[in-house]
């Protein structure tokens, strides 16, 4: 029991240097790693969403810091962001847990695919007039969705979006994904919590794990060529979703 802890404080560890580096909570990376090592699969899709809440605030501080938080982005996010992550959350209980498994698998593999393809890329909006709040709402209200079903924040889809959709530069999408992630963690925890899917002790072992390095990683993220980080984050993706898809599929 005691190494299981041990390796689950490994595993946050690890999600939480990533999160930090590349402005995502990672919960959608650690639910297809813990359920690898057997911890039942509605349990691994929400132990990793608590500890995105101080993680990401930790990751956030760092981006902020440097000026790397976009205000407007950020508070039109949560204003339609949280609802709609409430809804996904509740909408989780009449969803099978190994099909919610499958999905972040496969979402793995997608964003992996997306970064390789396009990191060096610039994904610079036009103008300023894509920051509307019509925009920002849309991106909100489909990563809430997305992030409350799924048992995690959003992040792996907020940085993204917020680059293609609204043309926010990169650092200035990873470090206001981080700021609204944890925003977006809270009514899903509280959720997950209410229908009895939380461990504590996974939920703990996690954390201890993963918010000391989400600090970490956002340290060396705002220091480090973006194009390459992306790129090698993106290729470890792939290789991981497909992996997990392949563990699963057997």
Do not use: C
């Not at 490994?10 to 580096?21: E, P």
């Not at 997306?114 to 610079?124: F, I, M, Q, S, T």
């Not at 103008?127 to 849309?138: G, K, S, V």
């Not at 979006?161 to 470090?175: Q, R, S």
């Amino acid at each position: 029991m005691t190494e299981h802890l041990l390796l689950i404080v490994a595993v946050g560890a690890g999600i939480g240097f990533l999160g930090g580096l590349l402005g995502k909570g990672g919960s959608a990376i650690a639910t297809p790693v813990l359920a690898a090592m057997g911890v039942p699969p509605i349990v691994a899709l929400a132990a990793p969403l608590p500890a995105t809440v101080p993680g990401t605030l930790v990751a956030a501080q760092r981006y902020r810091e440097r000026g790397l938080v976009d205000g407007r982005v950020l508070r039109w996010s949560l204003v339609t962001g949280v609802p709609a992550t409430i809804v996904g959350a509740l909408a989780s209980r009449w969803i099978d847990a190994g099909a919610l498994v499958l999905v972040t698998d496969a979402i793995l593999v997608g964003l992996g695919l997306r970064l390789v393809l396009r990191a060096g890329v610039d994904e610079v909006g036009e103008d300023a007039a894509e920051l509307t709040p019509r925009r920002i709402a849309a991106v909100a209200v489909i990563v809430g969705l997305a992030g409350g079903l799924l048992a995690n924040s959003g992040g792996f889809l907020l940085a993204p979006l917020f680059i293609a959709v609204l043309g926010l530069p990169i650092k200035p999408a990873l470090g206001t994904s981080l700021a609204v992630a944890a925003a977006l963690a809270v009514p899903g925890t509280l959720v997950h919590l209410a229908l009895g899917h939380l461990d504590p002790t996974v939920v703990v072992a996690f954390a201890v794990g993963s918010v000391p390095l989400s600090s970490l990683g956002a340290k060396v993220a705002v220091r480090t060529d973006p194009t390459r980080l992306e790129r090698g984050y993106g290729i470890a993706l792939v290789v991981l979703g497909l992996g997990f898809l392949a563990a699963t599929a057997l």
